[in-house]
């Protein structure tokens, strides 16, 4: 690109054998570039826009269903510990002396392992 001639406020530029682009043609075309981006740029928004909800729909659909998993799987070990309470309090009317042994047992080992 080379320049071939100035004038006030119009530079003619020869391009491919041409002698028509002026500053003002120039302009133009920056101004239609800046509105084309500027639109390119308000797509971009809108679409970074609709993903994000489409995510945070998907997101809370997945900690719902977690949630409800949760929910049954503390259902469960409720059920599971109360099962083993009601054969503790079982054992325990059965032996009482073996019971406490157990529990003195422990109690001792535990105490000796919070003086380390």
Same mark, same amino acid.
């Given at each position: 690109?080379?320049?071939?001639?100035?004038?006030? =406020?119009?530079?003619?530029?020869?391009?491919? !054998?041409?002698? =028509?682009?002026?500053?003002?043609?120039?302009?133009?075309?920056?101004?239609?570039?800046?509105?084309?981006?500027?639109?390119? +740029?308000?797509?971009? +928004?809108?679409?970074?826009?609709?993903? %994000?909800?489409?995510?945070?729909?998907?997101?809370? =659909?997945? !900690? %719902?269903?977690?949630?409800?998993?949760?929910?049954?799987?503390?259902?469960?070990?409720?059920?599971? /510990?109360?099962?083993?309470?009601?054969?503790?309090?079982?054992?325990?009317?059965?032996?009482? /002396?073996? +019971?406490? !042994?157990? +529990?003195? !047992?422990?109690?001792?080992?535990?105490? /000796? /392992?919070?003086?380390?």
């Amino acid at each position: 690109m080379s320049v071939t001639g100035f004038s006030n =406020d119009k530079i003619t530029q020869k391009i491919n !054998g041409r002698t =028509d682009v002026t500053a003002a043609t120039i302009e133009e075309q920056v101004s239609e570039l800046r509105g084309e981006i500027a639109a390119l +740029a308000g797509s971009i +928004a809108s679409y970074g826009q609709n993903r %994000a909800e489409k995510l945070k729909g998907k997101a809370a =659909d997945a !900690g %719902a269903r977690i949630a409800g998993s949760s929910e049954e799987m503390l259902k469960a070990v409720r059920g599971e /510990l109360s099962g083993y309470e009601r054969l503790a309090r079982r054992r325990i009317r059965e032996k009482p /002396l073996q +019971a406490v !042994g157990i +529990a003195a !047992g422990i109690g001792f080992v535990l105490a /000796l /392992l919070s003086r380390r």
